[in-house]
């Protein structure tokens, strides 16, 4: 008997190592069984994912083609007189040094690459352009064979349409007087800057962060994510004032319009995650390699006989 305690230590100690991760593990394997609501919303996702599989093929094969079109350098205060009236344009908001330089492009603009601050830098020098602010005007359409960063502070106005594999807006002003087309998505983060799109928006997935930005694309199968809650839009092609609600739905109140999902953690995967917080960067990663953000379709019940 007085070694009683000494099995009962052991046996428990056992119970720990042995047992308790076989616990673990098949709550960890316990797949997330979606409301109806929700399994139409993994179902778009995977269709998305599909339509993004295709396109990463199709932008792995694309001819190079790069065109630079004439460009100058003039003031803040002239650029407003310029271009300043045109149809949906906010640079006069956007600009806070009259003298502030600003990058003029003349025509159509396609790079084989990102347009970001430091190719924004490097133009500038070439017309040797001092204290350069990242200001740019193209008075043409923008094309890009990579993405439109906002990674320090840009300020951009494109006149015509866009195409871009990605757009990330943060700190600065971006916008855009005709279509935009991101093949992976558009994200923006963080109050201080904005987005602005006068015409359509063709996007899978539109993620935003505290920031003044479209939460709405034209294209049918589209998955806005608002800080990690996975948004609702379901009137938008029906027309309905009615739309399907369920206990899985949540918001459309306080003056919002749209409604979100209640359990978006659970249909996203891990991976979106970084330090328990999502991270659209994590989130834009496995677009980008080719996988779904998404957890999958659940396969349905076996029927017993």
Known sequence: ?????????????????????????????????????????????ERIHKKIQAALQTLKIRAAAEHIPPKTLISAQEAIARYGDRPGSQIADNYDDDNAPVLIYHGDLTLNGDLNSAWLQQQAAELHAAAYRNHIIIDGNLTLQGALLDDAALNLSVSGNVQADYLHSADGHLEILGDLDSALGISGAGNQGTLHIAGKIRAPYLLSQEHAMP???????????????????????????????????????????????????????????????????????????????????????????
């Not at 009962?8 to 997330?32: C, N």
């Not at 080719?290 to 659940?298: D, K, L, T």
């Open 215 to 305: 939460r709405e694309a034209d294209n049918h199968d589209y998955i806005h994510i608002e800080s990690g809650d996975i948004g609702y839009h379901p009137a938008k092609f029906d027309g309905s004032q009615k739309i399907p609600l369920d206990d899985s739905i949540s918001g459309g109140n306080n003056g919002w319009f749209w409604h979100y999902y209640k359990h978006s953690a659970k249909m996203l995967r891990p991976e979106n995650y970084e330090r328990g917080k999502f991270s659209p960067a994590q989130f834009l990663a496995l677009v980008r390699n080719g996988e779904n953000p998404f957890i999958p379709v659940p396969p349905p019940k076996k029927t017993q006989t």
């Open 1 to 45: 008997m007085k070694y009683l305690p000494v099995y009962l230590f052991v046996g428990f100690i056992t119970l720990i190592l042995i047992v308790l991760p076989f616990i673990a593990r098949d709550e960890s394997q316990k797949i997330y069984l979606p409301g109806a609501l929700e399994k139409k919303l993994l179902q778009k996702a």
